[in-house]
Nanobody, 124 residues
Framework: VQLQASGGGLVQAGGSLRLSCVAS????????MGWYRRAPGEQREMVAK????????????NYADSMKGRFTVSLDNYKNTVYLQMNNLDPEDTAVYFC??????????????WGQGTLVTVSS
């Protein structure tokens, strides 16, 4: 299983960006999929993620407090793609954003996977 993230870049404060991450390879289902970030000199933190029900019909969105109301995470289960819509960006949102997925694998059991990271830079 591989995760490929895209959509990072340079944006002015108050602007918007949308990140995408697609999971490829052979697996049974996505248990959860979302985004973490690591700002310069900081530890990695959870941004937002979606947790799916066992049958894939229900989704629960989880956000870090500082992202609520500005960021929206969504999952296209058919495309195995998670999106992060980021609005009203602030220079403090500058970080490398990592896609994460917990996937039920064909070998049995769940496993965490990480994408390569995409840089978001917000200028003041």
């Amino acid at each position: 299983v591989q995760l490929q993230a895209s959509g990072g870049g340079l944006v002015q404060a108050g602007g918007s960006l949308r990140l995408s991450c697609v999971a490829s390879g052979s697996f049974f289902r996505i248990n959860s999929m979302g985004w973490y970030r690591r700002a310069p000199g900081e530890q990695r933190e959870m941004v937002a993620k979606i947790v799916t029900s066992g049958d894939g019909t229900h989704y629960e969105e989880n956000y870090a407090d500082s992202m609520k109301g500005r960021f929206t995470v969504s999952l296209d289960n058919y495309k195995n793609t998670v999106y992060l819509q980021m609005n009203n960006l602030d220079p403090e949102d500058t970080a490398v954003y990592f896609c994460n997925a917990n996937i039920w694998t064909t070998a049995g059991g769940s496993q965490d996977y990480w994408g390569q990271g995409t840089l978001v830079t917000v200028s003041s």
